[in-house]
């Protein structure tokens, strides 16, 4: 069996890869599972010292990096650069922060001595996706290996060559050999992988779907799993809202890596007294955004990741249309997109309770409008979804939106007037069909140790 890297830029095949037999994938978990024997034991100061080294070879690589994505999923280079920009600043996060985050909690009892020590599991199964192929493995690698815990890494099946080029990058930054590998293999063989003994967790950012089978295999061995899922992220636009900053915004988080991130804003949710001109505003700027070539500068939009996954999304933007709601922009395939996988901005208008797009994960560079007559009616339509990921809300009113941010809206993540995005500083994740559990900060690395008490008399 193979795994091939196909450029959605042309739909030519950039290289073909070997997939790891059973043999070779039981040798990297048992060097998993040696490395990690000696690896939980290092001081805090090695590991910070590689995980600092981990940074500056991201820092130097940033450019190639970028090209391997452009090439392998389509992002334009200039949001390459930015991803490994951030996955540089998450291993300075906790090369600066970990230590502190494990120290020892005492607490005070009739013993002489009482106290909650954070150790690592162990061996980790990190299920990764193609839309962040460098952030998404590093926000779990940098808390994890500060931890103590070793990775393996099950990419997604079209950046195999970015899977193999972050095993590299920490064997470059001089991390031991076997703390974090690449498993080559597909989806029919994470099961197996699971299933071994040496496996202690695992974590999968990817669709429900996805989750769920692998939250049942996991859950069957009673092993620990953190699920960061789909979303159908609301954002709400009050009637005092500064439109014009607000229709910027919601472009952006709309179009961000071409409308392929989970946490992207998917659902609008206007209040209608000002639904005309924020619509007017808003398709102004989708309008404008340049899609092309992702190594072109100019170019703000690459081809989405895959043909099929395109020609999906116009399916269900079809499906919308055909329930009734009313095309303002795009919703068409470009000519000659037979070997390529672009597909330009489009907004839904008129969407009601019913169709697709309402509730659904719109997985691409397509907005859906939905009018409130007012706040409360807003926040019911926002939380009226399987998912809770992401949520914003625009308003004058900072406290009223902070108020609805805190107590209204059902998401793992609310912001006020700005788009929802993952910070090293701040705990992520969702509820509901967006998952459990969380990445980043405190909260993050906590996940995948054993918080253990510890009395001595």
Known sequence: MSIQSINPINGETVKTYKEDSTEQIRQKIEAAQVAWQDWRR???????????????????????????????????????????????SVCDYYAANGEGFLKDEEIKTEASNSFVSFQPL????????????FWQTFRFLAPGLTAGNCGLLKHASNVPGCALVIEEIL????????????LMIGSKAVKEV????????????????????????????????????????PYIILED???????????????????????????????????????ALFKERMAARITGDPFDAKTDLGPMARIDLRDELHKQVLENVKA?????????????????AFYTPTILTGMKKGMPAYTEEIFGPVASIISANDVAEAVQIANDTPFGLGAAVFTA??????????????????FVNTNVRSDPRLPFGGINQSGYGRELGLFGIHEFVNVKTVLVK
Do not use: Y
């Open 194 to 233: 699971i299933a071994h003994p040496h496996i202690k967790a695992v974590t999968l950012t990817g669709s429900t779907n996805a989750g769920i089978q692998v939250a049942q295999q996991a859950a069957s061995l009673l092993k620990k799993t953190v699920l960061e899922l789909g979303g159908s992220d």
């Open 241 to 279: 809202a500064d439109l014009e900053a607000a229709a910027e915004t919601c472009a952006l988080s709309r179009l961000i890596n071409n409308g392929q991130s989970c946490i992207a804003a998917k659902r609008f949710i206007v209040v209608k007294s000002v639904e005309e001109k924020f619509t």
């Open 122 to 133: 162990g061996v980790v199964l990190a299920i990764m996706p193609w839309n962040f192929p």
């Open 171 to 182: 064997l470059q930054a001089g991390f031991p050999k076997g703390v974090f590998q690449t």
């Open 324 to 340: 009734g709601a009313k095309l303002i922009l795009g919703g068409t395939l470009p000519a000659d997109s037979e070997n390529d």
């Open 42 to 88: 290092t001081s805090f100061e090695e590991r910070r010292t590689l995980l600092a080294k981990a940074g500056t070879v991201l820092r130097e690589r940033k450019n190639e990096l970028a090209e391997l994505m452009a090439i392998e999923m389509g992002k334009p280079l200039k949001d390459g650069v930015s991803e490994i920009d951030k996955c540089a």
């Open 397 to 414: 009113d900072i406290s009223l939106g902070e108020k609805i941010a805190r107590e209204e809206l059902q998401a793992g993540s609310c």
